[in-house]
């Protein structure tokens, strides 16, 4: 794999900026269209740190529109027909974004992140030791940490700023926040795709531990899937044949990166530590290898 030039930040003159998240910068196209751009900033504990990791927004905008084509049965997806090439018809100024851009409709994102566990993990793993439940869900008593659970659960969380820490809330929390039927779909919705998407990265070597999924909704009402589907950023992926219960197995995602920050005398806010060139370097080959076993991407 050929070193790619990283993009910590986008600059699109011809359009107007309406955020930079942790990772990516959204502008303005019209009223019904939004252009995202997916830069290789990495957010670790909710810190965006000062490094980027090189050709990670590419990846992920790959992996990303090979799951929303792979899952459009179970729910449509937030991804526009428009070209970009009719959104930035300057290709000097298109050439930064090419690969890791998509032109999205404008939506109304919900206010939960719908998280589903398949496997006992990170903060679920904690938080199991100190009560046998996670969210309020009770688990069977005697599991060892990176085991899998009977069937996977969904516990949302509340989405923060950045900078903030997202919490984990009750399901009854969700249906104060946006009504029982949406709240029930969000859910049910998530299992689905969760459950669908294992099945399928099992059969190519990668177990996915855990995942994150987004939702909005259209003027109707309608629910989409939106901003990423499962990539190395928003869940946890585990190579098969190294999963042992027992032990946090190695992965292909930024738990490399947050292994190495927990080594460092660092309180977890802003600003973030630097990464040495051979951790930004390891933790891209990860997420490439990710892609290439996910989509049979020859690149």
Request: hydrophobic share 40%; proline share 7%; charged share 25%.
């Amino acid at each position: 794999m050929n070193a790619p030039e990283a993009l910590y930040e986008s600059n699109l003159p011809s359009l107007t900026l309406r955020a930079r998240g942790k990772v990516r910068d959204i502008y303005d196209i019209d009223d019904q269209h939004m252009l995202i751009v997916t830069t290789d900033r990495l957010s670790a504990f909710d810190v965006i740190l000062p490094d980027p990791i090189p050709g990670k927004g590419r990846v992920l905008t790959s992996v990303s529109n090979f799951w929303f084509a792979k899952m459009q049965h179970i729910l449509p997806n937030h991804l526009s027909d428009m070209p970009l090439e009719q959104v930035v018809p300057d290709a000097t100024e298109r050439a930064q974004i090419e690969g890791r851009a998509i032109v999205v409709k404008l939506l109304k994102p919900l206010p939960v992140e719908a998280i589903v566990r398949g496997y006992l993990i990170g903060s679920g793993w904690k938080d199991y030791q100190k009560t046998g439940a996670i969210c309020g869900l009770q688990l069977p008593e005697g599991l060892q940490q990176a085991a899998q659970l009977p069937a996977p659960i969904y516990t949302p969380s509340t989405k923060a700023a950045v900078d903030q820490h997202d919490e984990n809330v009750s399901f009854e929390k969700t249906v104060a926040l946006m009504g029982q039927e949406l709240a029930e779909k969000v859910r049910d919705a998530s299992l689905k795709l969760y459950q669908e998407a294992a099945a399928y990265a099992k059969e190519r070597g990668i177990i996915i531990a855990d995942t994150k999924f987004e939702f909005g909704v259209d003027d109707e009402g309608v629910l989409y899937l939106i901003d990423e589907a499962l990539t190395p950023d928003s869940s946890r992926f585990w190579p098969a044949d190294q999963y042992q219960v027992g032990i946090s197995p190695p992965s292909f995602d930024k738990q490399y990166i947050r292994d190495y920050l927990e080594t460092l005398d660092w309180d977890k806010t802003a600003p973030g530590p630097h990464l040495p060139a051979e951790v930004a370097k390891y933790c891209a080959e990860k997420y490439h290898e990710a892609e290439v076993r996910l989509t049979q991407a020859n690149v």
